[in-house]
Nanobody, 119 residues
């Protein structure tokens, strides 16, 4: 099992910045990748950014150049630095961890943290 605890959401004016963090505990030794997803009201959950244990990253086109995902392996924590925020970034942001055990891949989710960007 993997437990994920998120921090850092809040209310910010458009153009501002927020930093989300997600600390993992439990069976962290087999975590392959961690990432951030978001879900806006009435919309499906979508990938925002992800980072592998080797440091490879992927971003949604809508956040490229504005968001940066990073990982501190010593602290088992992943961060999402969000700059130049837009109202359309408003959503509940969820931390995700992908753990591989043999042939099986498990997905774990945090509780979600609300981000509201107002203009």
């Amino acid at each position: 099992q993997v437990q994920l605890v998120e921090h850092g959401g809040g209310l910010v004016q458009a153009g501002g910045s927020l930093r989300l963090s997600c600390a993992a505990s439990g069976s962290i030794f087999s975590i392959n990748a961690m990432g951030w997803y978001r879900q806006a009201p009435g919309k499906q959950r979508e990938l925002v950014a992800a980072i592998t244990s080797g440091g490879s990253t992927v971003y949604a086109d809508s956040v490229k150049g504005r968001f940066t995902i990073s990982r501190d392996n010593a602290k088992n924590t992943v961060y999402l630095q969000m700059n130049s925020l837009k109202p359309e970034d408003t959503a509940v942001y969820y931390c995700n961890a992908e753990r591989v055990a043999g042939e099986i891949t498990y997905d774990y989710w945090g509780q979600g943290t609300q981000v509201i960007v107002f203009s």
